[in-house]
């Protein structure tokens, strides 16, 4: 995010800062009327608003985690109330859920992750449905200075959550764009002040750069030269071209770190690097078609998409079919007693070039999700390794 914007907060962006948080502003969320219902939801964010109200960080985000169950089932709901839309907005911009603290961060950044990936962001049915109405009632002049503070506080938590998930913005992108074509197209000037629009036109840049460049960030970029947040937990090409080239900084065994951010930084790259070295090594024979390398790894050569279809647990799945490289008897090997392309198995699969050999300049990763004699299931996303 731009200077701007970071000045304006009262913790660094990456930490998910509130915007604008004024002493006056947070005690307006602090002071937020509690609506007692007999509906589950509204009973506990009912329960979530006395935590923030009356307990330290710590205690109020582990007192959430502790009934993680109760806020799964919340932020899921298919469709929700504008009550409940209107108050989960403001229970995510309380200072104890956006300010982090050494105790808190970890805990933070899970509670985030199961927000990010919930039908409240998602589905067009609750956040876009409650942005959208927010901005009908604020063309309509209806108790604009209220509507102005809702939309400040669903512009943080956009914010929030692209400071924390910039990986994972397909999740919000559309209640940003939608936002920032309702400010460009409509006459909002008089009403929404300049320095919420002008946060609005950051977030959409932002937004923009990131889609923009993401492809060439995974196929180009150092991934441990960017912060571990926005790294991608699986090899892009330049690693695969140069597997050894990596420098890395190590564990400090005496003094302190400099902050919580550079303790998770160093370890998460660290770990990553264990993880994927033997990868990069194996598929960097691979594209040089060195066959003396033991790599460890099995070859399937001739992959072609045979079928696609959605799971339910899985989402979007490909049927696949493939001939393993070197195999000489392959109508007698025994599948159903092999390791190979057992449930959860890490696939990487690559494009041929013109002259029939991998390039792995774009490789996708997948896990296999189920296994039969003759066919493999691959499902796609470039965020996660795939179900296959």
Known sequence: MSSRHRARSTTSSRGGATRGATPARRD?????????STDGNLDYISRCEKWCAQLD????????????????VMVNKDQMSRMELSRLVLLFNQ????????QTIL??????????????VTSKFNLLRFLVKTLDDLQANSNTENLVFILNNITSLLGNLMNKFPNEHCNYSHCISRLFERIESENFEEIIPFYDREYIYELNFELSRITISEREIQIHQDNYAISFRAIEIFPNYNEIEFPSNTELKALIREGQYEDTESYLDIHFKLLREDMIYPLKVAINFLIQLDENYATGLFT???????????LPQHGLVYRVTFTPYGMQNIKSYNWERS??????????????????????KDPLWAIVIN?????????TNNKIPQRI
């Open 28 to 36: 307006r969320i602090r002071s937020t009327p509690t609506v007692t």
């Open 57 to 72: 960080n710590n205690s109020a985000v582990e007192n959430i985690l502790n009934t993680l169950g109760e806020f799964q």
């Open 95 to 102: 200072p104890q859920i956006t300010e982090n603290t050494f």
């Open 107 to 120: 805990s933070l950044n899970d509670l985030f992750c199961v927000l990010v990936n919930s039908k409240f």
């Open 300 to 310: 399937y050569d001739n992959v072609k998409i045979a079928k696609i279809s959605t």
């Open 339 to 360: 390791d190979r392309l057992k449930y959860g198995s890490l696939l990487c699969l690559s494009k041929k070039n013109i002259e029939g050999y991998p390039t792995f």
């Open 371 to 379: 296994k039969e004699t003759q066919n493999r299931f691959c499902t």
